[in-house]
């Protein structure tokens, strides 16, 4: 056994699974997952002192690549001043007016732990402000392990929630309406029936928890305009998708403005940070000035606050998004071109610094497309691709992450492992 091997089986005698989260456990590719030990800027360096190109960049967060020293510096210099106070912290204050000024649907935010507290509390609000019950989720997305969004669709089009997991009672289920994406019909159909019942609808903004999904045109302004219409929430999950596809995420490329956005991963900077914000009279609704309540021990934490700071500031240097965007092309047009000379039917959709590799024939518009990709073939991939020093993500159904930190040399080198791994199959 190499010394990864042996830690997960270590692991697994003390955490369940041998993992603090599913995904990391190689379920879906098979083999043993390696121990990272240390990681720096596009690479990974295993336990066994394997070196990996990274495409996970901690699934999201690392947008300036692994230990980047002006974060790290900024964290530093927090720590000399304390780890946690209790009260309120001047890194707090420069957060939150960092957020809207890279947000302006965000008249005011609350920074939480995660990107799950962050939809969790979204929802509470949006309930709590309309009055109402109901929330409007869609198939494929993920929120976090929000008991009542913890719920996918069954075959119908139109259903009420059966929970994905165990310990969701039917009872909450039942107040989350499924709803198929990029299908104007069945949210119209939906609002017809419930109409004055659904409190909100939450969205991913870029559903890519099941691969990398893109909206049709116009149809998440028609997600906007039904529910101003219906007095819903209209909430955008861009934990994701903030500050990774453009400053202001996807709501900036799309010129949309939701009620409320919940943000994460890279708004952490690689500490465990998450942020809800939106509309001033929605967000009023919060204790202490509203009877909705929310709360955290260590939210705006001054560490991670401070590395959170850092690392959105980093987000104005020149052109970082469109070289983000460059590379991400390159790499798709270049693995895509090597499946097509082999036969192989492959989709690669991608947005800056974001791509999904399906493989399938045709565009994937929804979840139950994506479900019918040859996931076989991905996790072939997957393994040829770790031999070879690149880390996919361990799933097919997860997308894939670019940082600043993968230069060009680096995006060929892996670019040329993945077009490899292709003609294998
Ligand atoms: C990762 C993710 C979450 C959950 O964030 P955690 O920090 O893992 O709790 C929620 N929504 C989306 C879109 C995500 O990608």
């Given at each position: 056994?190499?010394?990864?091997?042996?830690?997960?089986?270590?692991?697994?005698k003390?955490?369940?699974?041998?993992?603090?989260s599913?995904?990391?456990?190689?379920?879906?590719?098979?083999?043993?997952?390696?121990?990272?030990?240390?990681?720096?800027?596009?690479?990974?360096?295993?336990?066994?002192?394997a070196?990996?190109?990274?495409?996970?960049?901690?699934?999201?967060?690392?947008?300036?690549?692994?230990?980047?020293?002006?974060?790290?510096?900024?964290?530093?210099?927090?720590?000399?001043?304390?780890?946690?106070?209790?009260?309120?912290?001047?890194?707090?204050?420069?957060?939150?007016?960092?957020?809207?000024?890279?947000?302006?649907?965000?008249?005011?935010?609350?920074?939480?732990?995660?990107?799950?507290?962050?939809?969790?509390?979204?929802?509470?609000?949006?309930?709590?402000?309309?009055?109402?019950?109901?929330?409007?989720?869609?198939?494929?997305?993920?929120?976090?392990?929000?008991?009542?969004?913890?719920?996918?669709?069954?075959?119908?089009?139109?259903?009420?929630?059966?929970?994905?997991?165990?310990?969701?009672?039917?009872?909450?289920?039942?107040e989350?309406?499924?709803?198929?994406?990029?299908?104007?019909?069945?949210?119209?159909?939906?609002?017809?029936?419930?109409?004055?019942?659904i409190?909100?609808?939450?969205?991913?903004?870029?559903?890519a928890?099941?691969?990398?999904?893109?909206p049709?045109?116009?149809?998440?302004?028609?997600?906007?305009?039904?529910?101003?219409?219906?007095?819903?929430?209209?909430?955008?999950?861009?934990?994701m998708?903030?500050?990774?596809?453009?400053?202001?995420?996807?709501?900036?490329?799309?010129?949309?403005?939701?009620?409320?956005?919940?943000?994460?991963?890279?708004?952490?900077?690689?500490?465990?940070?998450?942020?809800?914000?939106?509309?001033?009279?929605?967000?009023?609704?919060?204790?202490?000035?509203?009877?909705?309540?929310?709360a955290?021990?260590?939210?705006?934490?001054?560490?991670?606050?401070?590395?959170?700071?850092?690392?959105?500031?980093?987000?104005?240097?020149?052109?970082?998004?469109?070289?983000?965007?460059?590379?991400?092309r390159?790499?798709?047009e270049?693995?895509?071109?090597?499946?097509?000379?082999?036969?192989?039917?492959?989709?690669?959709?991608?947005?800056?610094?974001?791509?999904?590799?399906?493989?399938?024939?045709?565009?994937?518009?929804?979840?139950d497309?994506?479900?019918?990709?040859?996931?076989?073939?991905?996790?072939?991939?997957?393994?040829?691709?770790?031999?070879?020093g690149?880390?996919?993500?361990?799933?097919?159904?997860?997308?894939?992450?670019?940082?600043?930190?993968?230069?060009?040399?680096?995006?060929?080198?892996?670019?040329?492992?993945?077009?490899?791994?292709?003609?294998?199959?």
């Open positions: 056994m190499n010394l990864s091997e042996q830690l997960f089986a270590r692991a697994q003390s955490i369940p699974g041998g993992v603090n599913p995904v990391r456990a190689f379920r879906s590719v098979g083999g043993t997952p390696f121990t990272t030990q240390s990681a720096q800027g596009a690479v990974l360096t295993t336990a066994d002192g070196q990996l190109i990274d495409f996970v960049c901690t699934w999201g967060p690392a947008i300036h690549g692994h230990n980047n020293e002006a974060i790290r510096n900024a964290i530093a210099e927090a720590l000399n001043k304390g780890t946690s106070f209790g009260t309120p912290n001047v890194y707090e204050v420069e957060m939150a007016e960092l957020v809207k000024d890279c947000f302006p649907s965000i008249d005011k935010v609350r920074m939480v732990n995660s990107g799950t507290e962050a939809t969790m509390s979204c929802i509470r609000l949006a309930r709590g402000y309309t009055g109402r019950n109901k929330i409007i989720k869609f198939e494929g997305c993920y929120h976090g392990h929000v008991d009542s969004l913890l719920i996918k669709a069954g075959s119908g089009a139109l259903t009420l929630g059966n929970p994905d997991s165990a310990g969701i009672p039917e009872s909450f289920a039942q989350t309406i499924i709803l198929p994406y990029n299908d104007k019909d069945a949210l119209a159909d939906a609002f017809r029936r419930w109409g004055k019942e409190a909100g609808v939450i969205v991913e903004a870029y559903p928890n099941c691969g990398l999904i893109l049709r045109e116009g149809y998440m302004e028609y997600l906007r305009d039904i529910c101003t219409e219906y007095g819903s929430v209209f909430i955008m999950d861009e934990v998708t903030g500050f990774r596809v453009s400053r202001g995420g996807v709501q900036e490329k799309h010129g949309i403005t939701p009620d409320l956005t919940a943000l994460g991963k890279v708004i952490g900077g690689g500490l465990p940070v998450g942020a809800f914000g939106g509309k001033e009279e929605i967000m009023n609704y919060i204790a202490p000035l509203g009877p909705v309540y929310q955290g021990t260590l939210s705006g934490n001054p560490l991670a606050m401070a590395a959170g700071i850092r690392a959105i500031q980093l987000l104005h240097q020149e052109h970082l998004y469109s070289h983000l965007e460059s590379a991400t390159y790499l798709c270049s693995v895509s071109n090597a499946a097509k000379k082999r036969g192989i039917a492959l989709q690669t959709p991608h947005t800056c610094s974001m791509f999904g590799l399906y493989f399938t024939t045709e565009r994937v518009d929804r979840f497309q994506a479900q019918h990709t040859d996931t076989n073939k991905f996790a072939q991939l997957f393994r040829y691709c770790l031999e070879h690149v880390f996919l993500p361990p799933s097919a159904y997860e997308t894939c992450f670019l940082s600043t930190a993968h230069t060009p040399e680096v995006i060929e080198q892996a670019t040329q492992v993945i077009c490899e791994g292709i003609h294998t199959l």
